[in-house]
């Protein structure tokens, strides 16, 4: 929880770059940040938003490595070149973004690293922001090892789809395959998703009898989290974030 902290405590971290195994056997770039001292943390994997492999990434892997996880955030955007995050992005956007398919293979990639770390509990979670939240539903979906998933405020979620082979889908297809706890955090002003495409994903997934919980936030929008613009709403980011370190420590320590 926050500013839940033993002072008397020893507390240390290292983040650092390095490169996994992803979608295809292909290296990609994480970012990989872990608690010092005894082992047995939980595994985190950070799933970039379409702002790029930012600085804000960064950022809240540390933050969640402040509260006890191994962290792994991969660069999903990493075959569209290297160089500024902002103007990676818009290459991948021109081109439609990175498949969900590559984007799973990287995921499955940091799962596989975080699971082999010794100093790993052997559990696995995932959470993404916008598009990174959407790929957070669909890789506790289809990604092998995740034990808890987090989808704040992941759209394009009912939106048509091609795969590499061709068939057309939506990512709320995959939910009969969802295979872990769900959180889902949502703003009732957003428009990315709206509140009735997340009213059409709940009932999709209470129809089907899965274990979720979705949270959602009048006064809010998209983008609640992002102290580094106008979209940050405080009370809301902090009431949600609380909830998100909960829910992972119930799943995952």
Partial sequence: MWNDIHTGKYEGMIAETVTIR????DPVN???SRPLGDGNFPGLVLI???PGWDEYCR???RRFTQHGYAVVCPDIYCRFGQGNPAEIAAKARETGGSPDEVVMGDCQGAVDFLKVQANTNGKVGAIGMCSGGRHAFMAACRVEGIDAAVDCWGGNIFGECTDLSGKKYNAMDFAKDLK???LG???????????????RMEAILKELGKDYEFHRYDGAGHGIWYYHTPMYRQQQAMDSQEIAYSFLEKNLR
């Fill in 185 to 199: 955090i949502f703003g009732n002003d957003d428009k990315f998703p709206t509140p009735d495409e997340v009213n």
């Fill in 59 to 61: 950022e809240a892997a």
């Fill in 48 to 50: 970039p938003h379409m």
């Fill in 22 to 25: 992803g979608y295809n056997g």
């Fill in 30 to 32: 994480a970012y990989y």
């Fill in 180 to 182: 872990c706890p769900l």
